[in-house]
């Protein structure tokens, strides 16, 4: 696509007006969902890509990359607020990333669509320790935990998450989401790390949360 290959020119340029100027003609013509999945998304993962393999970027273009996203995130954000019903409720989730894991835009996403659809996001940020998942859905009432990585090396501590929730009993009554850029390119992962599914991007967060929250209610119905 055109744009992707404009947006990080202008990163590379250092030109974040002219970034977010331009993405915010785009989404006036598609809107600031399709932008954050079909544009952002990719650019974000060619600036990593880039950035990973020491090319034309430096960690300066990579950190206005993320001010830029920050800003598509703000403006959907806002819409998404204006949107959503005030008597529209699900109920609450815990989202996070992993830890060691500090790559939390993917995460972001998500809450705010998750928000967008009636979901009380309880969303405890980057280097979340397993157990602090746990201990958050108890505390709140949960029966989705969300957990995002953008490495196996980081994705590889979500086993103790599982762990966690077996090894209270919980099984029955918590599911475990996972998602960030490693399981879009490794899915068999979901099965090797006995998470209970993933979503491919933001915009099937919610339809993920609302099945596993369904889930969770059969078993603890004993229907499963």
């Known amino acids: 696509m055109e744009i992707h290959e404009s947006i990080i ?6 030109d974040r007006a002219g970034a977010n100027r331009l993405m915010e003609e785009w989404a006036a013509e598609h809107g600031y969902e399709r932008l954050v999945v079909d544009v952002l998304g990719p650019v974000l993962k060619s600036v990593g890509e880039k950035w990973q393999e ?30 959503m019903p005030e008597a529209k409720t699900k109920g609450p989730v815990v989202l996070g990333n992993i830890e060691d894991d500090f790559h939390g835009m993917g995460r972001r996403m998500v809450s705010i669509f998750l928000q967008a659809d009636g979901w009380t996001v ?63 390119l490794r899915p ?8 209970d599914g ?7 967060a919610s339809e993920l949360f609302t099945l596993l929250w369904s889930r969770a209610n059969r078993k603890e119905d004993g229907d499963e």
């Open 9 to 14: 020119a202008m990163i590379e340029n250092s």
């Open 54 to 83: 020491e090319e034309e970027l430096s960690l300066a273009h990579a950190y206005l990359a993320s001010k830029i996203a920050e800003d598509a995130l703000q403006k959907l954000c806002e819409q998404k607020c204006v949107e």
């Open 122 to 184: 309880h969303d405890l940020g980057n280097d979340v320790e397993p157990k602090n998942f746990v201990d958050k859905a108890i505390e709140v009432g949960a029966k989705v935990i969300g957990v995002s990585a953008m490495m196996y090396s980081t994705a590889e501590h979500i086993r103790r998450v599982r762990l966690e929730i077996d090894s209270r009993g919980l099984n029955s009554r918590i599911q475990l989401a996972v998602g960030g850029a490693i399981f879009v």
């Open 198 to 204: 993933t979503a491919q991007n933001a915009l099937g």
């Open 188 to 195: 068999e992962l979901v099965k090797e790390f006995d998470a």
